[in-house]
Structure formats: structure tokens, C-alpha cells
């Protein structure tokens, strides 16, 4: 039976997940996109901030002090003009020094590994303690780096899952990572793509203003085409793109 408009959350949940994994290029676990301290200290900084603010905060503040260790050690005021494109510098610089000299003072040394032996809802505890730290940039590190089978709901996919009717239209982000990770196999790959996926699609197709909907494969079942166009007609059905067209603009990161 086809997904529908009013089919339940979890179906269009698992529909969504399908027909985007066809649509966008699929993901391997294999190599990890950044080591995990930089995937900690880069998503802490790219709070608000664009991407390429984002890295060249982070290369500054590498280039200014060599390592982890020369980082904890400059002078905050110093750390916070190296990563002054970032949108608060003075709030980050001493939340990434806080947070290095925590993990030396527990682990003997600024690194991450560790956490591939604990569990899940150990991780996530740890990582959401350190200053900063929310449930979005802990299910990064995890789900990114570590292969832990959590969801990462960023703006964009949580703006799709509102607007498809996967989860409730006033659901927080943090309640939509609780009621999405219920909805969809506990497999790394899976979510990793599920995450990917959608955060591609928010970001050049699900717009947060002015969406594509007409080149939108989920126009079929998704509540926000069906308020802003009626139904989709066969004919629109018949027209949708099966997959992204290179030609289109180069995916995000």
C-alpha cells in the first residue's frame, strides 16, 4: 500500500528514508568525514556560523597554536581573536579550553578514542557535560565517528520531519531525535544515511524558505506540498526527478 498523506508518522518516517536513499548518493561507515576531536571542536564552532567561517576559524586557531595542547594553553583573549569568524569567539574560546582540559585531566591525554568502548547513553552523557555541548553535536561525534546508533537532527532535518508529518509540527529537536531514532532501525548505516540524506535535501531542495517543492520526491505524502499545492496530481507525480542531478550544484559537506 502506497504512503500516503495520512499514513502514519513511521511510514513516512521509513518512506522518506527510501526514496532518499535512492534520490541522494549513498554513504559508507568506512572513513570517518573528520577525526573526532576535530568533529567535536568544528560542530562547537560552527554553531551559526557558515561553513567556510566555520573552517577557517578551525585552521587559524591550528595554524596560531600547532596542537590541542598549545590550544589549551593560549591565552583565551588570543584563542578568541584565532577564531574571531566564528559567531560568539569569546564565548567558544573558553568553553574548547574548558572542554580539552577536561578530557586531559580524565584521560591523560586530548583525545577521543575511548569512546568507541563505551556505550551509547554513556557517550552521550559525557559529551552533553562538556560546556557547549548539546544532544545534536554529541550524536555527530557518536553516530560520525564511532559508528553509535544515534540521530544527529540538525535544522534541516528537523524542518523536513515537521513538514512531512514524521513527527509533530510543534516537536522540539531534541524531542524529534527521540521519536525518529524509535522510527527507524538501530543500524549506524542507516541513520547515517538517514541524517545525510535529509540534511542534503534541507539545504538545497527543502528550503527553509521558498522550497523546491515541485523537484521534491516526497511531495507524494508530505503534508506541507499537500497545504501548499493540494494533492500532487499524477501528472506532478510524473514529472519528479529520480535522482539528484549533478548539474543541480555540488552537495554540501
Not at 83 to 93: E, G, S, Y
Not at 99 to 105: F, M
Not at 107 to 133: N, R, V, Y
Not at 135 to 151: G, R
Amino acid at each position: 500500500m502506497p504512503t500516503t498523506y495520512d499514513s502514519p508518522a513511521a511510514e513516512k518516517t521509513r518512506q522518506n528514508h527510501e526514496i532518499l536513499h535512492g534520490f541522494y548518493p549513498p554513504l559508507t561507515l568506512e572513513t570517518p568525514r573528520r577525526s573526532p576531536m576535530r568533529e567535536l571542536i568544528s560542530t562547537l564552532l560552527s554553531h551559526r556560523t557558515t561553513h567556510h567561517d566555520e573552517e577557517l576559524a578551525y585552521d587559524r586557531m591550528l595554524e596560531a597554536y600547532g596542537d590541542w595542547e598549545g590550544v589549551m594553553a593560549a591565552p583565551t583573549a588570543d584563542l578568541a581573536h584565532a577564531i574571531r569568524t566564528t559567531r560568539w569567539p569569546d564565548t567558544q574560546a573558553p568553553r574548547i579550553q574548558e572542554i580539552l582540559r577536561r578530557i586531559k585531566a580524565e584521560h591523560g591525554e586530548i583525545t577521543l578514542d575511548f569512546l568507541m568502548d563505551w556505550s551509547t547513553e554513556k557517550g552521550l552523557a559525557w559529551l552533553m557535560d562538556m560546556p557547549g555541548i548539546g544532544l545534536k553535536t554529541a550524536s555527530l561525534v557518536l553516530l560520525f565517528n564511532f559508528h553509535k546508533p544515534v540521530l544527529p537532527v540538525d535544522t534541516h532535518v528537523h524542518r523536513i520531519a515537521q513538514r512531512v508529518g514524521m513527527i509533530p509540527p510543534k516537536a522540539s529537536a531534541d524531542k524529534a531525535h527521540q521519536l525518529l531514532l524509535a522510527q527507524l532501525p538501530a543500524d549506524a548505516l542507516v541513520l547515517l544515511n538517514f541524517h545525510k540524506h535529509n540534511y542534503w535535501h534541507g539545504q538545497k531542495i527543502c528550503l527553509f524558505s521558498k522550497p523546491d517543492c515541485p523537484k521534491c520526491p516526497l511531495k507524494g505524502f508530505c503534508n506541507y506540498y499537500r497545504e501548499h499545492y493540494g494533492p500532487a496530481t499524477h501528472e506532478a507525480l510524473a514529472a519528479t526527478p529520480k535522482r539528484w542531478e549533478e548539474d543541480w550544484g555540488k552537495l554540501p559537506h
